[in-house]
């Protein structure tokens, strides 16, 4: 019988964010027959919690930046002995890491990097993209980002991020969020789920409820649900900007900030219209999440989304666009017949395009065939 592949996967930031996310429900469901998955983190958190869970090896390492350059020449000189000694057969990065590229380069270990979220790519970042045997990314958008900086097709892969219909439904809890918000049930939920962060674009979200709330007479309520997080100080006060914007608006009352939820499964059960007004996106895994749950979509046209969103699943808006995205809000919230049809033609996109075991079995079809290589 074939040996599997000792595969480690190098995990940056010791946060569980959206590609984590992926990432974990990939290890928890990795036929060990085929490939044997050992994972390194630096520092300790809800992560190496997650991986304890899923019976998942891991390696620690202190968190450091480059420039605490003491910090990073020590956590170098660790990885490399680590890697020596677990003689792994292949690495994989989630994010681009000058640590895991250095180490992987001088020991010449075959090193594939996963990108899920895209930034503009200083001359490190592109080094380290340049010597990666392989990448993995979420969507045609970020691969044409990523040939943008001279980085050849072939060596790019999508995979599109899968999700566990099963699994999500096993988390309910059966909340009544309705019930514990105080709304009837003649009262419509549009709500957004995600980080309380600028880039999300939630003002303009905000900005287009004034007239929403006449046309509907205050029958419809503004969920956001999700936290700023802790270590970004950049956004601290982005929550106070918004509630003091719905305030200047007039609108305060129709607008419920209720922090980080683990109900989400509830949540979107009991919610009518899913809205991500972010100008930049990937492959948002909420949007994904709405639609196996039935709901309909309206989000703006940006990055991955239009691989996700099509006409009979959502309404797909401009950037920016207020009257647009007042149209196909108002537009839902009247017709729920249409938000019915929609809500079933994304659960079968799901079903047919984005279920997870597609997702595992195109990932462990990469490492076996990159070895092969």
């Known amino acids: 019988m074939k040996k599997p592949i000792k595969s480690l996967f190098v995990f940056p930031i010791s946060q569980i964010y959206g590609g984590e996310q992926v ?3 990939f290890l928890e469901r990795v036929d060990r027959r085929r490939i044997l998955p050992f994972a390194l983190l630096f520092g300790k958190g809800k992560l190496s919690k997650r991986l304890d869970e899923i019976n998942i090896p891991y390696y620690l390492l202190p968190e450091t930046r480059i420039r605490k350059i003491l910090t990073f020449l020590k956590n170098l000189f660790h990885m490399m002995s ?16 000058l640590l895991t590229t250095l180490s992987t380069s001088i020991l010449n270990v075959p090193y594939v990097l996963h990108i899920h979220t895209i930034h503009p790519l200083s001359l490190v970042d592109r080094w380290c993209v340049r010597k990666a045997k392989h990448i993995v990314t979420v969507s045609n958008f970020s691969k044409n980002f990523l040939i943008g900086y001279e980085v050849k097709s072939e060596y790019i892969e999508v995979v599109y991020n899968g999700i566990d219909i099963e699994e999500l439904e ?13 709304l009837g049930e003649d009262t419509y939920i549009v709500c957004y789920i995600g980080r309380i962060v600028k880039w999300k674009n939630l003002d303009v979200l905000i900005k287009v409820i004034p007239n929403i709330k006449q046309e509907f007479q205050g029958k419809v309520k503004f969920l956001f649900v999700g936290d700023i997080p802790r270590i970004d100080t950049e956004n601290f006060d982005y929550k106070d900007t918004l509630l003091k914007l719905a305030e200047d608006l007039g609108v305060q009352g129709e607008v419920i900030f209720t922090g980080r939820r683990e109900d989400i499964p509830d949540i979107l059960k009991n919610i009518d219209i899913f809205v991500l007004p972010s100008h930049l996106e990937t492959f948002p895994m909420c949007i994904l999440e709405a639609m196996a749950f039935s ?4 989000a703006v046209e940006v990055g991955g989304i239009p691989e996700l969103i099509t006409e009979d699943t959502g309404i797909l808006v401009r950037p920016n666009d207020l009257d ?10 009247k017709d729920e017949g249409k938000r019915k049809e929609m809500g079933e033609a994304g659960y079968r996109r799901v079903r047919e395009f984005f279920d997870i075991e597609n997702n595992v079995t195109k990932l462990e079809s990469i490492i076996e065939c990159l070895l092969q290589k």
């Open 23 to 25: 990432w974990l429900k």
């Open 82 to 97: 680590f890697l020596k000694e677990e003689k792994f057969d292949i690495v994989n990065s989630l994010g681009v890491h």
């Open 170 to 182: 096993r988390r309910s809890k059966g909340v009544n969020l309705r019930e514990e918000l105080g």
């Open 295 to 298: 709901k309909p979509v309206v």
């Open 324 to 333: 647009g995205l007042t149209r196909a809000i108002t537009e839902l919230l």
